[in-house]
């Protein structure tokens, strides 16, 4: 490995560690109680991950974005792929998909809780709502954008519609899909959150927000920090999940579009 | 495509949004769903004609839109300076790429209680989330469209004697405008969520905060009236960029 690939593979721990540096350093000019310095919050992250408590809390939180990812994706994919491949189907679903998508879905929490509870079905439901948007969306595109030709050749040697789908337009669309997955992904975890604010009975946001209206501040940034290598753990995780199955195709963006 | 087809396109994709609110008046007319959770259709729509009237309401509207606004053009010239800068010079890639890997995939309403303690409870906290949130997608889809620019386009610029600073923007942003603008629709929506959100966790009005007041009360109507307000909000947004983008973008072959 040469030292330029080395200091490449670094850059984003290099990154982290400049911000932190940026973090202490504003801290410290601020002197504000409710700024603590980048390595007082880095202290108390043992303390909550040491909690028991707490660690259920944050199990459960990823539990519930797990199941709904893994819904969203196994509903959604299909529907995109679909909708690439029929016009009827794209002008069918496309208004419906329009209207719900500017609206906030950890906003409907408050509805879905009056219909489900506040338990686990309703958080799992809104990450499921989340989650499914940009995942439909991109393998909507991914479809519509498979050759014609491919298509062609594969009716020529008698596939049915179905195994057309399957075998040549999955293929050819996963990449575009695993960019919604990836956003979905990022989706997944602020749907996490941004609920467990509103429901506040268990999980990652509960401790997150408790913690700031009872002015711990120590416990508000660490869990600040645990989100966020959550977030990108995660999406490194993925990143190198996708560079498997896709490695015959250039990646489009080497970074994630990231939404909320 | 000819005007017939449109027509049945539009046609089609109406009959889910008429399903739906068909079966939520049917929900509420069998009975399935008694009244207080699940208000009929007809008077969700008429206290939403009632409350557009109202004095209180429009302010919630305008709080919403401003903040909207404020973040998302802070997040277009952010995204776009930072996108083409990257994309020109590979001092500033070096520097850029690492930090976007990192805060992009990061949930930024993870941040926002820390903007809260640092920017106050007020108008900017919120601008700043906004703009954060909606940064990253146009700053991706900057960087990616400007870095797919035809070399030869630029040497022919530059053997036509431009000066740097004009090929950047007279042969690098008009050809990397579709992608751009592809980015700032993303960023919109982002924009139109986060707002929400964002007022919903913490403020005195905005859209956002009078669904709050309404779940608090248990007014399960008012508890639509913003949802189905921010969504139109959304539409209307979303229409005014598609005509910015067929005019912008007029003369380009396919869009």
Redesign the interface.
Known sequence: MTLRTLIERL??L???V??LTLWQVAALGLN?D??PTALDSVRAVPAILGDKEALINILASLRRMAIGFAAAVLVSIPLGLLMGRS??VA??????L???????????M??IM??LGVGDLSKTLVIFLGVSLPVIYHSFEGAKAVEEKMLWSGAAMGLSAMQRLIRIVLPAALPEILTGCRTG??LA??TM??SE??ARQSGAGNI??NA?DMGQ?DT??A??II??AM??C??AAFERMRERLVRWSEP??D?????? | MNGRAIT???L??????AL?VAVWQGTVSFGL?PAT??PPPGLVFMRMAQQLTSASFNRDILATLLRLFAGFSIAVVLGIAIGLAAAVSPAIN?AV???????????????Y??L???LGFGHESKITLVAA?AM??IL??TY?GASIVEQKLIWSAMAAGTPPRAILFKVILPAAAPSILTGCR?GL??S???V??AE??TSTDGL?HA??T??RT?Q?VD??V??IT??L???I??GLLQAARSYLLRGFPEV
């Open positions: 850059a984003p290099l990154a982290c400049g911000l504000n409710s700024f016009r009827g002008s069918f679903f496309n208004p419906l329009m209207v719900i998508y500017p609206v906030p879905k950890a906003a409907l408050p509805i009056l219909w992904l990022v975890l602020i959150v941004t604010m509103i997150l927000f700031l501040y508000v940034y869990m600040i989100i966020g977030g990108i995660l999406d489009q963006f970074i994630p579009l990231s939404f909320s | 049945t396109d539009v089609l994709g109406l009959v889910p949004i739906l769903a959770l699940l070096a790429r690492p930090v976007v890997r990192v805060l992009a995939p990061l949930p930024k309403v993870a941040l209680p820390a809260l303690l640092l949130d990253f997608p991706l889809s990616y993303i929506v982002i139109c969520i986060v929400f959100l919903m966790i956002g669904l709050i309404a779940a248990f399960a508890m639509f913003p949802l921010i969504s909000l959304g539409l947004l979303n």
